[in-house]
């Protein structure tokens, strides 16, 4: 008899909104998951914040940028579980801080691999096991950045506006196959990527959010459609939840 349980992995499952998304979806009925970061630690964390939850939490530590690492998180899955339903590709990072003839080669090449690349490695690795079994949601976090233009910020803007057009493609590429693909655009929510950052630079950062800076508890809800059968006529969309930070 074919299993009714629901296995999820989440890639970048650490850090603020992947441990938020870990303890959403671990609280959702009949749910597995399978969480992987770069951070060993952060991954702890995120595993430990879900001690006491009804379904089996399995951790695959990976580098979002390796292929190889990302195919061993969806093998995991499958060995372990017998299916992938939802992957969520939530790993980023912000580039440093500065105009363009300002930013190294590097700064673009790192931003890429973790941004663009990692995402591609995520669907890479989950459309063949999505494709037999002819169903899949696969979410990936882009942001308010991938739509509206930040300046000393491009490397991020670019990678992130990168992510909602490969959703798109991808939503084309694999909708006869059963797989749906989205984005989520969040606006900003303070996490480890505003360390450092001085009070007057995030005062002024919420000032351009109407109803204020988010939480990750504000976003969960929009991956949880996503991941869910409520969302099953829509592929390929941007959802954006972001205080309405783009509406201007
Ligand atoms: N915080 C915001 O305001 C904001 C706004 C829009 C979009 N986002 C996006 O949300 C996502 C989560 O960000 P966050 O704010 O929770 O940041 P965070 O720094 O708290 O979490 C990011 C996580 O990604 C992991 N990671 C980094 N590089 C990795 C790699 N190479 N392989 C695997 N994992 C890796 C980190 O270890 C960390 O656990 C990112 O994609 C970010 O771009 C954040």
Request: with cysteine; charged share 20%.
């Amino acid at each position: 008899m074919e299993s009714t349980r629901r296995v999820v992995a989440i890639l970048g499952a650490g850090g603020t909104l992947g441990t938020a998304l870990s303890q959403r979806l671990a609280a959702e009925p009949d749910t597995d998951l399978v969480l992987s970061d770069l951070s060993e630690d952060a991954l702890r964390q995120a595993r430990d914040g879900l001690a006491g939850s009804a379904g089996e939490v399995a951790t695959v530590p990976a580098d979002i940028s390796d292929f190889a690492a990302v195919e061993n998180v969806i093998k995991h899955a499958v060995d372990r579980f017998g299916r992938l339903d939802v992957l969520i590709s939530n790993a980023g990072i912000l580039s440093p801080n500065g105009r363009i003839h300002n930013l190294a080669t590097e700064d673009w090449e790192r931003a890429y691999r973790i941004n663009v690349l990692g995402p591609v490695n995520g669907i890479r690795a989950a459309v063949p096991v999505m494709r037999a079994q002819r169903s899949g949601s696969i979410i990936l976090t882009a942001s308010v950045a991938g739509m509206t233009a930040w300046s000393h910020s491009s490397p991020y803007c670019v990678t992130k506006a990168g992510v909602i057009h490969l959703a798109k493609v991808a939503a084309v590429e694999y909708a006869r196959d059963g797989i749906r693909v989205n984005c989520v655009c969040p606006g900003t929510f303070l996490s480890a990527m505003h360390d450092g950052l001085p009070a007057v630079a995030v005062d002024a950062i919420a000032a351009k959010h109407p109803l204020g800076l988010g939480t990750a508890g504000d976003l969960v809800g929009a991956y949880s459609y996503l991941a869910s059968d409520a969302s099953r006529w829509t592929t390929g969309s941007a959802i954006v939840v972001d205080g309405g930070y783009a509406a201007p």
